[in-house]
């Protein structure tokens, strides 16, 4: 599986933004994953979907502004952003994997593919 995202760019608090990952191979039967990396932090997950029952994973910072979905037709996942805070300023990963439990869904280490990050910056 081959991911490539995209989507990243410069935006004022409070805007919006859509990040894509689009996906090659088996990626409709993968868990996948959101992730971002500020400088001088870890990477921490942002927003995922399962592979156990397909439930959706999101970290209390991005809840309620952040949703996670997938268009297997076209392989595509995808991050709607709103409300975007200076603190969302991260390079951004989408990943996937054959299959991710709930629990694990949130951990860099369960996953098997990566892509290449796109950058978010919010700043006015």
């Known amino acids: 599986v081959q991911l490539q995202a995209s989507g990243g760019g410069l935006v004022q608090p409070g805007g919006s933004l859509r990040l894509s990952c689009t996906a090659s191979?088996?990626?409709?039967?993968?868990?996948i994953g959101w992730f971002r990396q500020a400088p001088g932090k870890e990477r921490e997950g942002v927003s995922g979907?399962?592979?156990?029952?397909?439930?959706?994973y999101y970290a209390d910072s991005v809840k309620g502004r952040f949703t996670v979905s997938r268009d297997n037709a076209k392989n595509t996942l995808y991050l709607q952003m709103n409300n975007l805070r200076p603190e969302d300023t991260a390079v951004y990963y989408c990943?996937?994997?054959?299959?991710?439990?709930?629990?694990?869904?949130?951990?860099?280490?369960?996953?098997?593919?990566w892509g290449q990050g796109t950058l978010v910056t919010v700043s006015s």
């Open positions: 990943a996937a994997a054959p299959r991710v439990i709930l629990s694990e869904i949130r951990k860099p280490s369960a996953y098997d593919y």
């Open positions: 191979g088996l990626f409709s039967e993968y868990a």
């Open positions: 979907i399962s592979t156990s029952d397909g439930s959706i």
